[in-house]
């Protein structure tokens, strides 16, 4: 194993985790492809594959999420073996995290806020932390070197919180959009599970209106929000976004 940290190279500088596929492109799709167009690199790690949907098939939305990631500019995306609907936080699905981690190697991870509708994505928030701190320990042994983001931030867009900071996605947000409507078995006008899916002409209604509450909190146009649980640190007040009046 090299011992110099420079030698270990990054797949992405900023890595995004959710418990299923599409829930990115809901929550941070526009980040990414903010990120993007500032020459970083993204990747998307799903937890599940989408075998316990009322909609589509767990290969369907493979290869949907496939495209998806191609919209969003996504450089590496993969997809665990987690149960859809039963994630747990144990060690061996926190190893299974730190493997990933310690390939991609990302600065920044993005997680869901921890507070949520759907028991997955509340305990994916618990389970992401608790593996980059595994993911930095020398003798966690998984064949390759330790590594532990830098920072970590929650998509906080379906949580009644304040954020701590809004990310500016108006140039996006169409790609945005485009991202979301690849999932076709999930977002496809279809009579199955009708009454639990918003019909697909007020997706874009609903979504737009969202990133538009968003954004009007930091003066643009569309935003996505994130909580992070550390205070920011600036080094010159005149360079502080957001007019105050």
């Not at 369907?60 to 500019?73: D, F, S």
């Not at 039963?86 to 991870?109: F, G, M, S």
């Not at 994130?226 to 080094?235: A, D």
Request: charged content about 25%; glycine content about 8%; overall charge negative.
């Amino acid at each position: 194993m090299p011992s110099d940290p420079g030698e270990h190279s990054s797949l992405a500088d900023v890595l995004a985790v959710a418990a299923h596929r599409d829930d990115v492109e809901q929550t941070c799709g526009g980040t990414l492809l903010r990120m993007k167009a500032r020459g970083l690199t993204t990747a998307i790690l799903d937890l599940t594959r989408g075998e316990a949907g009322t909609r589509g098939s767990a290969e369907e939305r493979g290869r949907e999420a496939a495209e998806a990631a191609r919209l969003l500019g996504v450089g590496w995306r993969d997809a665990l073996d987690l149960p859809d609907g039963a994630i747990e936080n144990t060690l061996e699905n926190r190893i299974k995290i730190v493997q990933v981690l310690r390939k991609v190697r990302p600065r920044v991870l993005i997680l869901p806020y921890w507070q949520a509708r759907h028991p997955d994505h509340a305990v994916v928030a618990t389970l992401g932390y608790e593996a980059c701190f595994l993911s930095g320990l020398a003798k966690i042994e998984t064949g390759t070197a330790p590594h532990r983001p830098f920072k970590i931030v929650y998509a906080s867009l379906y949580a009644d919180v304040r954020p701590s900071f809004i990310v500016d996605i108006t140039p996006f947000i169409e790609q945005r959009h485009a991202a979301l409507m690849a999932y076709k078995s999930q977002y496809a006008s279809q009579p199955t599970g009708g009454g639990l899916f918003v019909p697909e002409e007020e997706i874009r209604e609903r979504t737009f209106a969202e990133a538009r509450h968003y954004g009007l909190l930091a003066g643009v146009r569309y935003g996505e929000p994130f909580v992070q649980k550390e205070v920011g640190l600036i080094n010159d007040l005149t360079l502080l976004p957001v007019q105050s009046i």
